[in-house]
């Protein structure tokens, strides 16, 4: 329900995943009896967790990892990997540059220019590893970049922005005809981000396989920062699903719901879910491990900033394995390890047995769910992290 916010001007309000809670179901499964499968077009993933588009956390052999864990890794196509024949030493370079050498390091580095062979070797390397291939691009890349990676074999495309829309207006280049896009290409093709019911309706109505839904949450991204945009993700996550509900009723197509950033813990991955999601698209949490590329040095790369095309570096914590951040053990005590696992237990303490069955879970309103009664766990640090 809107409020008045001033006299004449309303405003509705909304929720991310700290304003709820999940209420416990009548029943209960058994955690091993749980099903976190789910599936885009023709392909089935025994996961629903995408690792995120991000220079630091997805190069080629974590892609190959990722996908051998039943997941998607999404490899950037606007990065490091497609401008350098040794994205390694590129790395190198950023892990041993001071924190005052770091922005001209970085700056340096995407002053090289985007390479087509290089496209081309990234997307080759993948599928003869044995890796489930998917790769990302902004949008006025997609059209040069669709092609070689479709007939190189990869298995799905993403065209990703900070704020996508069906129709985009500029006198300067001429933008990505998105139906056009999709109608080319045979190969499933994800959208986004948006965080509305209408653009969601339209960007499935022009040929979308997957959305991406969320615009700021991640742990690095400055755009509700820089440009004071964005909705929270529940109430986003929420109204996409509602969105995608009302397309699979008026064509019998279903097209899944990727939640975006702003989840750091198990508890928030499976809100996401409880909000509508069918899969959901993390980052900074897999740029500590060791299988990412730059694991020595904790660093996390950002998706975009107000000086560089992301560029920018944060530093994301202790260094863990793959396996313990996806199904642990955990040995963290604040809900960053283990993601798989925690979904699971969720699910079977909502009495959700599958994905579809946990997008109905009841929410309530609780602000205070975190913090009621943690009197000790503030003073002691228990479930804070390390």
């Known amino acids: 329900m809107a409020e008045f916010i001033s006299k004449g001007r309303k405003a509705r309000k909304s929720y991310g995943f700290d304003d709820v809670a999940m209420v416990p179901g009548d029943l209960t499964f058994d955690v091993d009896e749980v ?157 986004g981000n948006c965080v509305t019911y209408k653009t969601t309706l339209e960007l499935m109505e022009v040929g979308a396989d997957g959305i991406l839904v969320g615009i700021g949450p991640g742990a690095a991204c400055t755009t509700r920062q820089v440009l004071g945009i964005g909705v929270p993700q529940i109430t986003a996550t929420g109204d996409a699903a509602a969105a995608r509900d009302f397309y699979f009723k008026k064509t019998g197509k279903y097209v899944p719901i990727i939640t975006d950033g702003g989840m750091s813990t198990g508890g928030d991955i499976a809100k996401a879910f409880a909000a509508g999601a069918d899969s959901v698209m993390v980052g900074s949490a897999f740029a500590k491990t060791k299988e990412s590329p730059l694991p020595g040095n904790h660093w996390g790369m950002a998706t975009s900033s107000e000086n560089l095309p992301r560029g920018t570096l944060i530093q994301v914590g202790p260094v863990c394995t793959l396996d313990e951040i996806l199904f642990g053990p955990a040995w963290l005590d604040d809900g960053t390890q283990n993601l798989v696992g925690a979904l699971k237990l969720s699910m079977a303490s909502v009495g959700a047995k599958d994905l579809k069955q946990m997008q109905l879970t009841e929410l309530i309103i609780a602000p205070s769910i975190k913090t009621e009664g943690k009197i000790q766990q503030r003073q002691q640090h228990v479930g804070m992290g390390k």
């Open 35 to 191: 099903d976190v499968s789910w599936t885009l077009g023709k392909h089935k993933f025994e996961i629903p967790i995408l690792a995120a588009a991000m220079d630091g956390v997805v190069n080629v052999n974590f892609a190959v990892e990722f996908s051998k864990r039943g997941g998607i890794a999404v490899l950037n196509l606007d990065g490091v990997c497609s401008r350098l024949n040794d994205p390694q030493e590129a790395y190198d370079r950023i892990s041993k540059a001071s924190k005052e050498e770091m922005t001209s390091v970085i700056q340096s580095v995407y002053k090289e220019p985007i390479k087509e062979e290089l496209v081309e070797k990234c997307v080759s390397e993948i599928k003869e590893k044995g890796g489930f291939c998917v790769v990302s691009s902004v949008p006025q890349n997609a059209e040069r970049f669709a092609k070689i990676c479709e007939s190189t074999g990869a298995d799905i495309f993403v065209v990703q922005s900070t704020v996508t829309t069906p129709v985009h207006v500029s006198k300067r280049y001429k933008p990505l005809n998105f139906e056009k896009f999709c109608k080319s290409i045979k190969i499933p093709v994800i959208i």
